[in-house]
């Protein structure tokens, strides 16, 4: 069974860092883009970042060179990171991890392939 697992989110000044973490396990074969998105409640959920298989990163412009995405495997265990610096209110918001083309084994020899998954969500709230 694949699970998306994410960790890190929670209050922090203007200003400061938070580091948002997603460990995705559960027979991996592999995955082609892992990023974070998020979502307030007055808007549609918006891409943050996201880190493609070949190592090309998208990213919204309003969190280039404040964000920083990246990711790493090891023992089926699929991560990706998301550093956060000079953080602002505007950044708050619930942060989604998601995975797009992630292929699973069934079975030895038989895999199978999740268009996309998303998280549970992690909370980020940025406030004096």
């Known amino acids: 069974q694949v699970q998306l697992v994410e960790s890190g989110g929670g209050f922090v000044q203007p200003g400061g860092s938070l580091r948002l973490s997603c460990a995705v396990s559960?027979?991996?074969?592999?995955?082609?883009?892992m990023g974070w998105y998020r979502q307030t409640t007055d808007n549609e959920r918006e891409l943050v970042a996201t880190?493609?298989?070949?190592?090309?990163?998208?990213?919204d412009n309003s969190v280039n060179g404040r964000f920083t995405i990246t990711r790493n495997n090891t023992n089926d265990k699929y991560m990706v990171f998301l550093e956060m610096r000079n953080l602002k209110p505007e950044d708050s918001a619930v942060y989604y991890c998601k995975t797009e083309d992630l292929i699973f084994y069934v079975e030895r020899w038989r895999r199978q392939k999740y268009l996309e998954l998303w998280g549970q969500g992690t909370l980020v709230t940025v406030s004096s």
């Open positions: 559960g027979n991996i074969a592999s995955i082609n883009v």
């Open positions: 880190s493609r298989s070949d190592g090309f990163i998208n990213s």
